[in-house]
């Protein structure tokens, strides 16, 4: 077991490596994943040629008044044809265990037309939702070192205000320095730049953004193209 | 630990003897929350995790009202470095406490602690149709990915009556009592197309079975409809509603929707 725990992760991180993501260890998987007993727990896997993990799924039983159902905490495939046999795989296991119905929650995956073609039904009932505690920590992990660029001072309304070198392709916190622009926003539009909801220009239109001298529009454009994240991945068994 | 909230509030962490008492107070506040193996392993299987730092008591004049529990884990950034989030959840407030403001003073009190444990974001996954998306936004949290939930539905009669028994414990304005109402979902599943009629009556603000007496029972509102498209017009309903109009539309238009409705229904609904 020790072993395959191993090659999920490896193919969590390998899938999903530019996304924003929970640090998944062998003990969070043990308890997020496979809950409960082993007994109720299931585990679908599809494998290359040479024995080489290409997806998985994770999905338990779950009892709603005398309404079973199969809760899929986790499902993640290299390709289409392996999302193909991992649900085929799930549905056919659930028609023998006399399953009322199969319900799992997706982050914005590729293939979502094989679900369709296979007649499940998307809709959105649960929202994933943030509070920016504090844009230095998350902007510190960010930074890296930048020989040359101007100097960028971020200000969050509620928060201290953080001031960056903002080079070509990367940004580095600094400190005592006059900045040469200043760029003010509030907490909910930070959040929803930093993952990559909204745009730059769509908020600096709207307002929500301000830059103090307009020369530097594609400075703070670039600060915040360089910010933030590219995807996210929060699947369902690390919801706690 | 103990910190003075208000006159006659006070908040701690819960006590390493008091997990028995905890698991109680979430099933009597949740009506039900779950089963003693599920809190055993949120509680006490779960890594980094220690009941009396991460579980936060409110008491109201030395009575436990609530709470609430932060989960502390290590995200990834897109170059791979980590920073340290939380996760709130099982926030409740026992029966006799409500509407005193102990929610409040449990989410605040886990966004202090959070803050002075090194998270730079919280996290909350609520169900958008429940109180906890409407409440959270007080406490800093904006609404920020939606996942798409799919369902493949394989027993369509164990699926209607999930479905309906759920709208059953939602409560109506006065004004729709006496309604009464039809509903014919479709089904498509593996095995094939599925279709099953349920009649309700609207009584006392709820959503009631309709025992049929086998004459031509008259109904108010007579939906016939998909069950994707059911699920995404309740979806749509607490979530995006410009798109309800929309959706309503265009699934009329495809006729994969049809509603019948009578004057009565017409005047609750607009509260003539």
């Known amino acids: ?240 | 630990m103990d910190k003075k909230m208000k006159r006659t509030e006070t908040t701690r962490t819960l006590r390493k003897n008091e997990g028995p008492a905890h698991f109680d107070m979430l099933n009597l506040c949740y009506a039900p929350w779950g089963s003693l193996e599920e809190w055993t392993r949120r509680y006490v299987h779960h890594p980094d995790f220690d009941i009396t730092e991460n579980v936060v008591v409110v008491e109201e004049s030395d009575k436990w009202a609530g709470g609430g529990t932060g989960w502390f884990r290590e995200a990834l950034l897109k170059n791979n470095k980590s920073v340290r989030v939380y996760g709130a959840g099982d926030l409740y407030v026992h029966p006799d406490h409500r509407g005193k403001g102990i929610y409040s003073t449990a989410m605040k009190s886990l966004n202090q602690r959070a803050k002075e444990k090194g998270a730079a974001l919280g996290f909350a996954y609520p169900s958008t149709y429940r109180l906890p998306a409407m409440a959270l936004p007080k406490y800093g949290f904006i609404e920020v990915f939606y996942p798409t939930t799919q369902v493949l539905v394989l027993n369509p009669e164990k699926f209607f009556k999930f479905l309906t028994s759920r709208a059953m414990k939602a409560f109506l304005p006065e004004r729709f009592n006496g309604l009464r109402l039809k509903l014919t979902v479709s089904f498509s599943t593996p095995k094939g197309r599925h279709e099953i009629t349920g009649r309700f009556r609207v009584e006392n603000g709820q959503v009631e079975e309709l025992q049929m007496t086998g004459e031509k029972e008259r109904m108010d509102l007579a939906i016939k409809t998909e069950a994707g498209i059911l699920l995404r017009l309740v979806s749509d309903y607490y979530l995006r509603k410009r798109r309800l109009l929309i959706l309503v539309l265009k699934s009329l238009f495809r006729r994969r929707l049809s509603v019948r409705f009578s004057m009565k229904f017409l005047k609750s609904f607009l509260g003539l």
């Open chain 1, 1 to 240: 077991m020790k072993q395959l725990i191993d090659e999920i992760i490896e193919l969590r991180n390998r899938i999903h490596q530019n996304d924003f993501r929970f640090i998944l260890t062998q003990d969070h998987w043990k308890v997020l994943y496979v809950p409960e007993n082993t007994e109720k727990s299931n585990l679908a896997t599809v494998r290359d040629n040479y024995g080489k993990l290409k997806g998985y799924a994770a999905f338990y039983s779950v009892n709603f008044g005398g309404v079973k159902a199969y809760d899929v905490r986790e499902i993640i495939a290299e390709d289409e044809n392996t999302l193909n046999q991992l649900l085929n795989q799930i549905t056919n296991k659930g028609m023998e265990d006399d399953v009322d119905f199969v319900f799992l929650k997706r982050c914005e995956e590729p293939f979502s037309h094989v679900f369709s073609e296979k007649r499940f039904s998307p809709f959105i009932e649960s929202v994933i939702m943030i509070s920016l505690f504090d844009p230095l920590k998350l902007l510190s992990v960010l930074s890296e070192k930048v020989e040359n660029g101007k100097v960028l001072r971020l200000m969050v309304k509620g928060f201290d205000h953080i001031d960056f070198k903002v080079g070509e392709k990367g940004i580095m916190l600094i400190a005592g320095e006059e900045p040469n622009v200043v760029v003010s926003t509030d907490s909910r539009t930070f959040t929803r730049l930093f993952f990559n909801r909204t745009s730059f220009r769509k908020e600096f239109l709207r307002g929500r953004v301000t830059v103090s001298r307009i020369f530097d529009l594609a400075l703070a454009s670039r600060f915040f193209k360089i910010m933030k994240q590219r995807g996210w991945y929060i699947p369902m068994g690390d919801w706690v």
